[in-house]
T-cell receptor, first 112, second 114 residues
Framework: LAKTTQPISMDSYEGQEVNITCSHN???????ITWYQQFPSQGPRFIIQ???TKVTNEVASLFIPADRKSSTLSLPRVSLSDTAVYYC?????????????FGKGTHLIIQP | NAGVMQNPRHLVRRRGQEARLRCSPM?????VYWYRQLPEEGLKFMVY????????ESGMPKERFSAEFPKEGPSILRIQQVVRGDSAAYFC????????????FGPGTRLTVL
C-alpha cells in the first residue's frame, strides 16, 4: 500500500506559482513530511520539511492542513531551472525506514 | 564541508562479476542510506546503516547484495555475481541523526552490467 500519492506530471510557465499536492491518508503521529527535488543524473536535493501548518524557506513553502492527510509544496515564480522531479516523503521520527519510499514523484515541466 | 561522495561515478561490469560501490557521508553524519533507481522510476530504499550496524535492510534483495559501514572508512554496497537487472543508478545519502532528518544525497553511481 503506497504511503504517498502525487500527480505523475504537471506543466506550468515561467513566473507562475506552482502547487504540488501530496496525499498521505495514513500518516502517523510521529511522521514528518519532506519534499525533495531531483534533476536528471543527479541525486535528490532536500527542499523543505514540516510537521503541521505552514513552513517557509528561501525556495518554497509547505502547507499542511490540520488533519495532515495531505500537504502542498508551493514554488513561487518558477523558472525553467525548476523543471525536475519532486518527491514527497512521509517519515517516522522513531528511526524506522518505513517512510523511505520515494515513489515516482511529480515530473514538473516549466515552459517559457 | 564536502558533501556526500560516491565512487566510482560510473561502473561497468560483465555478468557474474562483483560490483563495489563506495559512499563517504558528510562530515559528522553517522547515518547512511542506500537507494536504487531504475530508469524512469523513483528511488527505492535498500538499506539504512549506522556506524558498524545495519539498522534496516528491508529493501535489500535477499541474495547477492550486502552493505557495510565500518568504523573507519566509507560505506560499501557490494553486489556479487551481477546480472543485467542490476543495472541502475545507486544513490547514497547521509544524515546526522534519525531517519526523518534531512538526507543529503551523493551524485550516485551508475552501474551498467553487460
Amino acid at each position: 500500500l503506497a504511503k504517498t500519492t502525487q500527480p505523475i506530471s504537471m506543466d506550468s510557465y515561467e513566473g507562475q506559482e506552482v502547487n504540488i499536492t501530496c496525499s498521505h491518508n495514513n500518516i502517523a503521529t510521529n511522521d514528518y513530511i519532506t519534499w525533495y527535488q531531483q534533476f536528471p543524473s543527479q541525486g535528490p536535493r532536500f527542499i523543505i520539511q514540516g510537521y503541521k501548518t505552514k513552513v517557509t524557506n528561501e525556495v518554497a513553502s509547505l502547507f499542511i492542513p490540520a488533519d495532515r492527510k495531505s500537504s502542498t509544496l508551493s514554488l513561487p515564480r518558477v523558472s525553467l531551472s525548476d523543471t525536475a522531479v519532486y518527491y514527497c516523503l512521509v517519515g517516522d521520527i522513531g528511526g524506522g525506514a518505513d517512510g523511505l519510499t520515494f515513489g515516482k514523484g511529480t515530473h514538473l515541466i516549466i515552459q517559457p | 564541508n564536502a558533501g556526500v561522495m560516491q565512487n566510482p561515478r560510473h561502473l561497468v561490469r560483465r555478468r557474474g562479476q562483483e560490483a563495489r560501490l563506495r559512499c563517504s557521508p558528510m562530515k559528522g553524519h553517522s547515518h547512511v542510506y542506500w537507494y536504487r533507481q531504475l530508469p524512469e522510476e523513483g528511488l527505492k530504499f535498500m538499506v539504512y546503516l549506522q556506524k558498524e550496524n545495519i539498522i534496516d535492510e528491508s529493501g535489500m534483495p535477499k541474495e547477492r547484495f550486502s552493505a557495510e559501514f565500518p568504523k573507519e572508512g566509507p560505506s560499501i554496497l557490494r553486489i556479487q555475481q551481477v546480472v543485467r537487472g542490476d543495472s541502475a543508478a545507486y544513490f547514497c545519502a547521509s544524515s546526522p541523526g534519525r531517519v526523518a532528518d534531512t538526507q543529503y544525497f551523493g551524485p550516485g553511481t551508475r552501474l551498467t552490467v553487460l
